[in-house]
């Protein structure tokens, strides 16, 4: 499948252990926040998004945490899987376009066995 | 099966032979954009459609266009491609007024250009 990156930050993990990914997002008036999986050989996937009126957000097995002040967000993974391996990408959005996205460049998350 | 196609998967090209990716989309959305990913740089807009004969640019425009004359399909055209147009270029849909997750990705064009 396609190769979305060979110089990516890799986070590697126990399977059944919890998984952080973490984001630095570059514009202070980005309002809506957004976390994306890209499996190897097919496009992004939607995971879980977040307003910037809150810090947290929780969805299944998935947590998006906001910390504005420092212009940083994180997804954490519970009891990763190895369903999990995948890049994952966050992305912002303008306050003043919601169709607009501007991405991370990815961390690949691998799931030991 | 609501789903974003992408013709070709592969492609390999020369430099300022004409292409065109196809992109199509079975969910009547209002909303398609393509994007290009490299290493290192994640997924960057090139052009958006808000809807039928309406397009808009996107971060990175340059040495693409775009047509939206139906509403399940939005091609991307390269009149003369060149070789720092290799790249993994992904279609995408979504409902207009819908939050992100209603955005479909298609599987990705790999394009290279000699």
């Known amino acids: 499948g396609e190769s979305v990156g060979l110089h990516l930050p890799t986070l590697s993990v126990q399977e059944g252990d919890n998984s952080i990914i973490n984001c630095a997002y570059s514009?202070?008036?980005?309002?809506?926040f957004i976390w994306y999986k890209q499996e190897s050989g097919k496009g992004p996937q939607f995971i879980i998004d977040?307003?910037?009126?809150?810090d947290k957000r929780q969805g299944q097995r998935v947590t998006v945490l906001l910390n504005k002040t420092v212009k940083h967000l994180s997804l954490q993974i519970a009891a990763t899987q190895p369903g999990d391996s995948a890049v994952y990408f966050c992305?912002?959005?303008?306050?003043?376009?919601?169709?607009?996205?501007?991405f991370g460049s990815g961390t690949r998350l691998l799931v030991r066995p | 099966e609501a789903q974003v196609t992408q013709n070709p998967r592969y492609l390999i090209t020369v430099t300022g032979k004409k292409l065109t990716v196809t992109c199509s989309q079975n969910?009547?959305?209002?909303?398609m954009s393509w994007y290009r990913q490299d290493p290192g740089l994640g997924l960057r807009q090139i052009y958006y459609?808000?809807?039928?004969?309406?397009?808009d640019k996107g971060d990175v425009p340059e040495g693409y266009k775009v047509s939206r004359k139906e509403k399940r399909n939005f091609p991307l055209i390269l009149e003369s491609p060149s070789p720092n147009q290799t790249s993994l270029y992904f279609c995408?849909?979504?409902?207009?007024?819908?939050?992100?997750?209603?955005?479909?990705f298609g599987p990705g064009t790999r394009l290279l250009v000699l």
């Open positions: 969910m009547n959305h209002e909303y």
């Open positions: 995408a849909s979504r409902r207009l007024g819908g939050g992100q997750e209603t955005q479909y």
């Open positions: 977040i307003r910037s009126n809150m």
């Open positions: 992305a912002e959005s303008p306050m003043d376009s919601s169709y607009k996205l501007i």
């Open positions: 459609s808000m809807n039928v004969e309406v397009t």
């Open positions: 514009n202070s008036a980005s309002d809506y």
